[in-house]
């Protein structure tokens, strides 16, 4: 059997802010869900003191693709021309800054090349009610890597903490 080749993959996590840290880590606060919900009686324009998208893009090291990555973010509002912001990736310049892999892979995994991005956006303002998206293009290639509903609250709907009642995941304890 021959194996196909596997498209880009990857997803963005939006929140309220990506910190770094100490040893190269980075901590992602306040993370969305699904919406962004304001209260029924906001207007829009908002104005969000702060806003981040955790970005994260994969292609395998193999891959076809030769052409440069450009991420584009759309926010409510944006035509599908025209996102409000373009992040050009030079592969060249990737690749070449890769750090080499100073150990041998085990036999069920890949070599992946990978795009870690944090944005923050600080203000950002929301003109309207829609979603935020984030795309990644390689020549041809449109890789869709997420995308938040900004909206108003309906009437009936209420603004409170989910229930993790009996359905909540359970404590994993630790392994040996």
């Known amino acids: 059997m021959t194996a196909t080749p596997r498209e ?18 980075m901590s992602v606060a306040g993370i969305y869900q699904a919406d962004m919900v304001f209260p029924a009686e906001q207007s ?7 806003f981040g998208i955790f970005l994260k893009y994969y292609e395998l090291q193999d891959s076809s693709l030769t052409a440069d990555i450009l991420v584009r973010i759309f926010l409510p509002g944006d035509q599908n021309d025209a996102p409000s912001v373009v992040l050009p990736f030079n592969r ?4 070449a800054a890769a750090p080499p892999r100073r150990y041998d892979l085990e036999p069920d995994q ?38 938040l509903m900004i909206r108003r609250a309906q009437a009936d709907e209420s603004l409170q903490l989910p229930n993790f009642g009996p359905g909540a995941p359970p404590n994993v304890p630790p392994t040996s």
């Open 8 to 25: 880009p993959w990857g997803f963005s996590l939006f929140c309220d802010d990506v910190r770094f840290e100490l040893g190269g880590k």
């Open 44 to 50: 829009f324009p908002i104005i969000l003191p702060k």
């Open 92 to 95: 060249s310049l990737l690749t």
């Open 110 to 147: 890949e070599r992946v090349f990978n795009i870690t991005y944090p944005i923050v956006f600080s203000p950002l303002m929301i003109k309207q009610e829609g979603f935020i998206k984030v795309r990644a293009l390689s020549g041809e290639t449109t890789t869709k890597l997420g995308s």
